[in-house]
């Protein structure tokens, strides 16, 4: 079992950045595939980006290509997703997530494991 806190939402202008993290708990942090999804109001969740157990392999949303990264530090337990030229529509609850079964799955739109949320608000 692995639990999941995230940390770093907040109220940012359209253009700007922010930097997500999410810790995880217990030893076997390096073996879970990792990602962050986001849900807006009235909307479903959705999936943001991936990375593969030892961070060579990443995946993206289309909507977020080219302007957010994913990375991990397996020795602090931690996942990043740094956010740049935020935009409106990037306002959501953004959530970590991991699974042992591969980054593949949380590409798909699913995951083992969920952390509570952080908020994220671009204003125009």
């Known amino acids: 079992q692995v639990q999941l806190v995230e940390s770093g939402g907040g109220l940012v202008q359209a253009g700007g950045s922010l930097r997500l993290s999410c810790a995880a708990s217990?030893?076997?942090?390096?073996?879970?595939?990792m990602g962050w999804f986001r849900q807006a109001p009235g909307k479903e969740r959705e999936f943001v980006a991936a990375?593969?157990?030892?961070?060579?392999?990443?995946y993206y949303a289309d909507s977020v290509k080219d302007r957010f990264t994913i990375s991990r530090d397996n020795a602090k337990n931690t996942v990043y997703l740094q956010m740049n030229a935020l935009k409106p529509e990037d306002t959501a609850v953004y959530y970590c997530?991991?699974?042992?079964?591969?980054?593949?799955?949380?590409?798909?739109?699913?995951?083992?494991?969920w952390g509570q949320g952080t908020q994220v608000t671009v204003s125009s």
């Open positions: 997530a991991a699974s042992p079964r591969g980054p593949m799955l949380l590409v798909a739109g699913t995951s083992d494991y």
């Open positions: 990375i593969s157990v030892g961070g060579g392999s990443t």
């Open positions: 217990g030893r076997t942090f390096s073996s879970y595939a």
